[in-house]
């Protein structure tokens, strides 16, 4: 069963609702000083059982999370529904004639479904309920932590007696005024105390954030649950990101016909207005326009990487400074430099097919996609080395053993300009001087496996052991 709210935002988005039918199931969830009425929607699909919960909350412009003005002021309110109704939908759906009962595995990710295991331990635990389920806490990111006002707590529905669970005291250094006694809630942290395993998505972020520079200021916490605490690198949808079959490339390849990968190249130059070059190494960048990905460095570069034999090419938004600058620098580099404001899943499918190198200098990256999206379409990465990057990316060295040896692309560390542009020359070095060479990488590259399926395994492998475990409690 996957729990979900059911978002309708008056876009052709809300059409994936369509095949989802109400469930004749209306309850009333004690939260915000008052019963709050929800209904669930449900859709039986490719196996699984799909379950939207239904609340006015979810209807509105914008993502999940917030609009074009920030994050929505009610997000809490939104979330604790989500998790009081992922608690009850086991117990009370009759979905296929039955209901999931109450020995169950919940899944929780981030600090949007923080509450369960928290829930599970407080409110259910206690009166005897699901004394044999089990909750792993999944976190994609931990700079995300769902801090509300201490005052908030009330409104969660859980026994007061649970506050220091979720208690949050902040530095006095992160205080507003003199008066201000730093007092909070933090959802993820509750999670982080209840949850029986704790998952990250790749095993190097697993150790960032135990760490002060990593974590967030949850580090202490998160290393005294070093036991239970695991890294697994998200899969790929290769269906999707397949360059044989890519139906929005001009052209397909493969690891043993890669002939098509320059006829990309081509065709992307062509669309984007830069001069036809087989030959000259194209950098590609795909990704938000913020800080943690590093665009401050590419930003600093650029002047002196613009010196040398290469195009660059960026798709990417959100800071209107950056998305300036990129119009800025596209003036001035007309041959040399094109970006993209905004973001066009084709074109990212086609910067990804058309560039020899895709770049990376991101401060922290839990996982990480594009590399691996990059190295199915034998786009070699030049990474920083942190998170799922440093993980997924194997350093190669092209003067090592005559430049047979492994790797499928170059990471840098430390993140600064000079080590990221010394990076990139090597990298642009082995493309002009060294073909078989780089043929080769290109084809480890394409060769590399980052599936669902690869993902799974592991997943059931925790599954197992968070049942050997006992549960959670006080």
């Known amino acids: 069963m996957v729990v979900s709210p059911r978002y309708l ?25 008052g019963e709050q009425e929800i209904a669930f929607f449900h859709e039986y699909r490719k196996g699984v059982d799909w379950v939207f919960v239904d609340h006015p ?30 608690c009850e939908a ?30 599970l331990a407080s409110k259910y635990r206690a009166c005897g309920v699901y004394k044999d389920a089990r909750s792993i806490l999944v976190i994609h990111n931990l700079a995300h932590q769902g801090v509300e006002p201490a005052a908030s707590y009330r409104n ?14 902040f530095p006095t250094w992160a205080r507003t005024h003199a008066l201000d006694t730093g007092e909070a809630v933090n959802i993820l942290k509750g999670a982080i105390v209840t949850a029986d395993r704790i ?14 520079e990593g974590g967030y200021g949850l580090n202490e916490l998160l290393s005294s649950r ?13 269906a999707e990101w397949d360059p044989c079959s890519d139906e929005h490339i001009a052209f397909h390849y493969s690891a043993n016909d890669l002939s098509g990968k320059v006829q990309c190249k081509t065709s992307l130059q062509k669309e984007l207005g830069l001069p036809i070059r087989p030959k000259c190494p194209m950098i590609g960048f795909i990704g938000r326009l913020d800080y943690q990905k590093g665009i401050d460095l590419i930003r600093w570069a650029i002047p002196e990487l613009m010196e040398d034999d290469v195009q660059f090419v960026m798709l990417g938004a959100e800071d209107p400074l950056y ?76 003067y090592g053993g005559g430049g047979s040896g492994e790797g499928t692309g170059w990471t840098f560390s430390p993140l600064t300009k000079d080590s990221m542009l010394r990076a990139l020359r090597i990298a642009t070095i082995t493309y ?43």
């Open 156 to 169: 969660l529905g859980l026994p007061s007696e649970w506050y220091g669970t979720l208690e949050w005291v």
């Open 323 to 398: 998305e300036e600058w990129m119009r800025s620098a596209e003036a001035t580099y007309r041959d040399k430099f094109r970006g993209w404001v905004g973001f066009s899943v084709p074109i990212s499918h086609r910067i990804t097919a058309g560039c020899d190198i895709l770049l990376m200098p991101s401060r922290f990256e839990p996982c990480g996609l594009n590399q691996l999206y990059a190295m199915r379409y034998a786009a070699v990465p030049v990474v920083h080395a942190t998170g799922g990057l440093r993980d997924t990316v194997e350093n190669f060295d092209t």
């Open 199 to 212: 998952l990250t998505v790749s095993k190097g972020y697993a150790l960032e954030i135990t760490t002060a």
């Open 9 to 33: 935002n008056g876009t052709p988005a809300d059409k994936k609702f369509e095949g989802a039918f109400h469930v004749d199931q209306r309850i009333e969830l004690h939260c915000f000083g």
């Open 432 to 474: 002009r001087e060294h073909k078989p060479t780089w043929e080769r990488l290109m084809r480890r590259c394409i060769q590399k496996e980052f599936t669902w399926e690869t993902a799974a395994i592991q997943y059931e492998q925790v599954f197992k052991w968070v049942c050997i475990d006992p549960p959670y409690v006080t």
């Open 57 to 86: 909350s979810y209807h509105r412009p914008g993502n999940p999370y917030g609009d074009s003005r920030g994050a929505f002021g009610d997000n809490q309110f939104r979330f604790t529904l989500l998790c009081h109704a992922a």
């Open 90 to 119: 086991p117990l009370v759906l009759p979905l296929g004639g039955y209901t999931y009962g109450e020995k169950c595995i919940f899944l929780v990710n981030d600090w949007h479904a923080g509450l369960v295991p928290v829930l």
């Open 226 to 238: 070093k036991s239970v605490l695991n890294g697994i690198v998200n899969g790929i949808d290769v």
